[in-house]
C-alpha cells in the first residue's frame, strides 16, 4: 500500500512540474529591473490567470507551480521526493546548496519529509518536536491578544509552570497588571490579608509611611462626610465638646490628687540647690499652663506665646 501511495504522490510531483514547466514556456521568469514597453507583473498575471480557468485550478497554484519549477530545473529535481518538498527547499537561495541540499537528506533518513524542509529553511514546522519548534508554534497560534491572554492565564495556574517563572518575570508581570488603580487595589489589598506578606511590606520605610499616610487620609476624608452629610452630625460635635471638657477636667483633677500625694512627703526634707531648681521650673510651667487653660477656656483662643512656648519646651 505505501508503494502504491508513494508512486501517486509521484504522479502528482511530475503532474505539478508539468503545470509549471507549461507555465513557465508561456511567461518564463523575467529578471527583476530593467525597463519595459508594459507592466511585466500584470502581463504575467494575466496570463497566468487566464491558463489557471482554462486548466480549472487556481490562480495562486499555477503561479506557484511556476515559480517552483524555475527553481528546479529538470536534472535537478529528485524521484522520491514530493513536490512540496521540492516547494520548501526552493527557498534556498543558493542554487549549488539547494541542488545538493535535495539529495542530502537528514542524518538517519532515507528522504525528505515536509517537516524536515521546513526545518533546513528556517520556517515552522507542522509537527513540531524540539523545545524551540513548540514555543513557536505556540506564539504562532497566540498572536491573537485575546488567545495569548486566555492561553497565559490557563498557563499560570499550573503550579509547575508558575515556578519556573523567575522572580524578576512574575515582578514585571504583576507591574504590568496592576497599572490599572483599580486592579491595582484590589490586588495590594488581597496580598496585606496575608500576614507575611503584610509584614514584609510594613519592613519598607515608604511603604509603612504611604499605609500610615492613607490610613489617617481616609479617616479624615471619612469624617469629612459624615460631618457634611449625617444629619447627627451636630450633636456628635456637641459631644465631642463634651468630651473635650471631661479630659481637660480629668487632667486638672489628676495633677490635684497626684500634688496631694507628692507634696505632704516633702516634710521635713530638705531638698538640694539643684532639685529646688528644677522644681521650680516645673512649677513655672504648670503655672503658664494653668494661664493657657483659662485663657482657653474663657475666650476660645488656644493660640501659646512664644514665651509660653519656651517655657513649655523647657527653654
Known sequence: MVAELREVVEQQTRGQFTIGDRALEIEPIRPRGGVVAVDPEWTVTETLQRLAEDIGLKFSTVKSARWVASRWPKEHRLSGASFTVHRILANIEDSRERFAAIKTPPEGKTRWTPDDANRRVGRQVENPVTLKEKITAIHSLAQDDQVAAAVTTDFLKRPQVAAKVTVEDKVRVVEQLTRDESVAATAATGLLRRPDIAFKAMSDDTARFQVNHAQAERGRQARDHFDRTSPVAPTVRQIDRTVEFLDLVTACHSFVAAAGRVVPGLRDRQLSEDE????????????????????????????????????LKGE
Do not use: P, S, Y
Open 276 to 311: 529646688r531648681t528644677i522644681v521650680h521650673e516645673n512649677v513655672a510651667r504648670v503655672r503658664a499652663t494653668l494661664d493657657w487653660i483659662e485663657q482657653a477656656i474663657d475666650t476660645g483662643k488656644v493660640d501659646m506665646d512664644e514665651e509660653l512656648v519656651r517655657l
